[in-house]
């Protein structure tokens, strides 16, 4: 048994670091999708203002200048995406790592219990033997003095 509380208490070790890992992972996720739903809201705003300004300036180096801004704002958009997929994608992995460890954790503690009942039915047994055999000694000496 005390092997087997040992590897309780490592498998619940494993499930608890699974579970911070899992929040962290998601606050990460989290994060990123913040960032990215404010790149895209930076967009649109910047997006919606330079289009007022455009209809009454059309010069062509400004276009030009918010052409490439958008280009790379639109790069830092996609590049931040991948980001936040790749945090959520490993949030999944973790979440299943989690799920596993608590799989072994439910395991052992059902194997425990499982010997400890096995434990605990022997020893009715044993105590049940040591009984018959008491009634059994005591039925013979009193079948011995009867005789006697």
Do not use: P
């Amino acid at each position: 048994m005390t092997a087997l509380n040992t590897v309780l208490e490592q498998a619940e070790a494993e499930r608890n670091q699974a579970q911070l890992a899992l929040r962290r992972a998601e606050e990460q996720t989290l994060r990123l999708q913040a960032q990215a739903d404010q790149l895209t809201q930076y967009r649109a705003e910047y997006q919606q203002r330079w289009a007022g300004q455009f209809s009454r300036q059309g010069a062509i180096e400004i276009v030009h200048c918010y052409q490439s801004f958008m280009q790379r704002l639109d790069e830092a958009m996609a590049q931040q995406g991948q980001q936040a997929e790749a945090a959520r994608q490993q949030a999944l992995r973790v979440r299943e790592q989690l799920l596993a460890a608590e799989l072994r954790v439910a395991s052992v503690r059902k194997l425990i219990e499982r010997r400890q009942q096995e434990t605990r039915r022997n020893e009715q047994r044993r105590e049940q033997r040591q009984t018959d055999e008491q009634a059994q000694h005591v039925h013979r000496r009193s079948a011995e003095s009867i005789h006697h």
